[in-house]
């Protein structure tokens, strides 16, 4: 029997998570790029076959990667060197032409098999790759969730085949065409979420020869990996206080892991060397930026929080405030994910603003009916949709809106303490994403949208609402109220 040990390190949703941060233990630092390429580092010099794999979402959530729209975070990844990395569906919050340069960028391959090119039916990205590794051949295959179409809504030349059937078909594709005898490992990098990666590898036929799925996107903390249809299916949390290391045994002659260990490794200073030189890379961006955005708009009575998606938050309500005092809109939906970090304040810069709702969008109002309205609540509070991947909302303050998990319905619906009307018109406040992705996450078509009478924009750039808003009031507090409950 010919075996070789690899060691695979695996990382997914780094989300621009570039600097470390204070632990509970005095001087101890957690997380952050600089420390994450340290202990990259150690291994590679440590192990003789050691590969290095990212998950999508490497963009998208910190301020230095939107203030240079994912170029930092690409400069910055080059220096971590991955052997090959996957899309996610924040690779494409910059547009596609940029998502096309930031490709260029990169010092390492980034492979997707489902997006296409609809007039040519033509893959817009490598959809595989083989590594050879001490004369062992790995296949990666790249696959990105059904939310990649949400980013698309704008480009009509795009399309991507995202069901997990279509996902298992061209997965089968590739490999009936490129796996021969020769391969020895096929791992798939996937953006799709842990519930989704076990249906698929259910999906998957065993000729096909998949053996492991590194994940991302549901931001799993996992505690050993799993086992589906006999591949192995692990995910390394978000952002960069850990990282997945595989070790593994792999047979030459039957193509087959015959032995490994997984774990999800801490990533501290306790027993790690930062990497000086990608720290001083960072801290040039760092130093940029903070000359720009360290500019106190406020300071609140205490820190709000914003502690999940699913769930009504003290952030949500008082952007969901903000912008109902727009003026004559009786439902405000804030798209909860678009919320990004857990908590605000006391002191707020223009930083903290950024960092925390940095998808600078536009808010239109609709008309819609009070049906419809009912229909909107009913979708987004069900118990299936809070899963840590649905589209949840927060909402203003005049709204109660409550729902029963053991009847699986909207019990009641009020605006203002009055019960909404079926028959009634009510406007409502949508940011420019949730408008065009309406009809998968609200059940309302564009035409559903404007039926009654044409929208209204009211703001151009939500961060500039936040923020004048915020310069203008101090000692601000909120609270959670019951204005989502559920029974």
Not at 427 to 447: E, F, I, P, T, V
Not at 450 to 473: C, D, F, N
Request: glycine share 6%; hydrophobic share 40%.
């Amino acid at each position: 029997m010919n075996t070789k040990r690899f060691t695979i390190l695996h990382s997914n949703d780094m989300h621009g998570d570039f600097l470390a941060e204070a632990g509970t233990a005095p001087g101890e630092m957690i997380g952050g790029l600089s420390l994450l390429s340290g202990y990259i580092n150690t291994v590679r010099s440590q192990e003789k076959n050691v590969i290095y794999t990212i998950s999508g979402d490497m963009v998208q959530g910190s301020i230095i990667d939107s203030e240079y729209r994912g170029i930092s975070t690409i400069e910055i990844m080059n220096y971590l060197a991955p052997d090959v990395a996957s899309l996610g569906n924040h690779e494409l919050d910059y547009g596609l032409p940029q998502l096309l340069f930031l490709d260029k960028m990169a010092n390492f391959p980034i492979i997707n098999c489902n997006m296409y090119i609809k007039k040519y039916n033509k893959r817009l990205f490598a959809p595989y790759i083989v590594k050879t590794v001490d004369d062992f051949d790995i296949l990666f295959i790249g696959i990105v969730t059904e939310a990649i179409l949400d980013s698309l809504r704008m480009d009509n030349q795009i399309s991507a085949f995202i069901t997990l059937e279509d996902a298992a078909t061209e997965i089968g594709h590739i490999c009936d065409a490129y796996k021969n005898d020769d391969i020895d490992l096929t791992v798939l990098l996937t953006h799709i979420g842990l519930d989704s990666d076990r249906e698929l590898a259910a999906l998957l036929k065993p000729e096909w020869g998949v053996d492991m799925m590194l994940g991302g996107h549901s931001h799993s903390l996992m505690d050993q990996p799993e086992l589906v249809n006999n591949i192995l299916i692990a995910q390394a949390a978000v952002g960069t206080n850990q990282i997945g290391r595989f070790d593994l045994l792999v047979d030459d002659e039957t193509n087959a892991i015959v032995d490994w260990k997984w774990q999800l490794v801490p990533i501290h200073n306790n027993n790690i060397t930062p990497d000086a030189d990608l720290q001083k890379f960072i801290d040039s961006y760092k130093s940029a930026i903070d000359d720009k955005y360290n500019t106190l708009l406020c300071r609140m009575a205490r820190k709000l929080t914003h502690p999940a998606r699913e769930v009504e938050t003290e952030v949500g309500n008082l952007f969901a405030d903000i912008f109902a005092s727009l003026g004559d809109v009786d439902v405000v939906l804030i798209g909860s994910g678009s919320i990004r970090l857990p908590e605000l304040g006391p002191m707020v810069t223009l930083r903290d603003l950024k960092q925390m709702f940095p998808y600078d969008d536009s808010f239109t109002r609709y008309t819609i009916t009070g049906q419809q309205l009912l229909n909107v609540f009913s979708k987004f509070m069900r118990k299936e949709n809070r899963n840590h991947e649905g589209e949840c909302y927060q909402v203003n303050g005049s709204i109660r809106a409550a729902y029963d998990d053991v009847f699986d319905k909207l019990v009641s619906l009020e605006i203002n303490g009055t019960e909404v009307d079926p028959e009634g018109h009510y406007k409502l406040g949508l940011q420019g994403y949730h408008a065009l992705n309406s009809d998968a996450n609200l059940g309302l078509s564009m035409d559903d949208l404007t039926a009654i009478e044409p929208s209204k924009v009211l703001a151009t750039s939500m961060q500039g609402v936040v923020e004048e808003y915020l310069r203008h009031h101090q000692a601000i507090t909120q609270a959670v109220e019951g204005r989502l409950s559920y029974r």
